[in-house]
């Protein structure tokens, strides 16, 4: 069982609409998360970080996290065409610097 | 310009042949990591290293090896490539650690896309 859990989707999405992406973890220790987006055939790019419970907005971003029922959250608000991507989350299971990702959620935005 | 770069970029090669792919950044990171990304499972750490001379193993480190003895290089060796092990793997880095709490960005390679016949 992988320690961070995500719907491989794709997840559609009309153009204007708000996108929600859910990201689930296992390990209770996991401090910090990031939101990475990741366009066909092209390397991963930081979109989000977050590491206190409740949200954090950037732009038509929203992260959210809550450590009690352990899942992270990524709104995107009016999605557009240029959305259309592969969303990864992933978490710090410790104190150093591991990193794991979920699989990701393909989205698509359709106009 | 601010990059990370790994060579090559394509490696088509033969079980048990020994092999290193480079990764240099050129922005003073301190952090640097290398994944392999297979369909379905996402990007999995192979190793990170905090620093110059300290590495340690992420979550599949078996069968590759690293080295960390500058802090702008980090190259991942496969010893002795099996076709499991093909892949597309990138190379990070970023200024700080991730559990440092400022959240850096990890700056990706390119990646390099790696058959093992």
């Known amino acids: 069982q992988k320690e961070v859990e995500q719907n491989s989707g794709p997840l559609s999405v009309p153009e204007g609409a708000i996108a929600s992406l859910n990201c689930t973890y296992s390990?209770?220790?996991?401090?910090?998360f990031f939101w990475y987006r990741q366009y066909s055939g092209k390397s991963p790019e930081l979109i989000m970080f977050i590491y206190s419970n409740g949200d954090k907005e950037d732009g038509r971003f929203t992260a959210q996290l809550n450590k009690a029922s352990q899942y992270v959250s990524l709104l995107i608000r009016d999605s557009q065409p240029s959305d259309s991507a592969t969303y990864l989350c992933a978490g710090l299971p410790d104190s150093w610097g591991k990193l794991q990702f979920g699989a990701g959620t393909q989205v698509v935005v359709t106009p | 310009e601010a990059q990370v770069t790994q060579n090559p970029r394509y490696l088509i090669t033969v079980t048990g042949k020994k092999l290193t792919v480079t990764c240099s950044q050129n922005?003073?990171?301190?952090?640097m990591s290398w994944y392999r990304q297979d369909p379905g499972l996402g990007l999995r750490q192979i190793y990170y290293s905090m620093n110059v001379e300290v590495t340690d193993k992420g979550d599949v480190p078996e069968g590759y090896k690293v080295s960390r003895k500058e802090k702008r290089n980090f190259p991942l060796i496969l010893e002795s490539p099996s076709p499991n092990q093909t892949s597309l793997y990138f190379c990070?880095?970023?200024?700080?650690?991730?559990?440092?709490?400022?959240?850096?960005?990890?700056?990706f390679g390119p990646g390099t896309r790696l058959t093992v016949l």
């Open positions: 990070a880095s970023s200024s700080s650690t991730p559990t440092s709490g400022r959240g850096d960005t990890q700056y």
């Open positions: 390990d209770r220790g996991s401090q910090s």
């Open positions: 922005m003073n990171h301190e952090y």
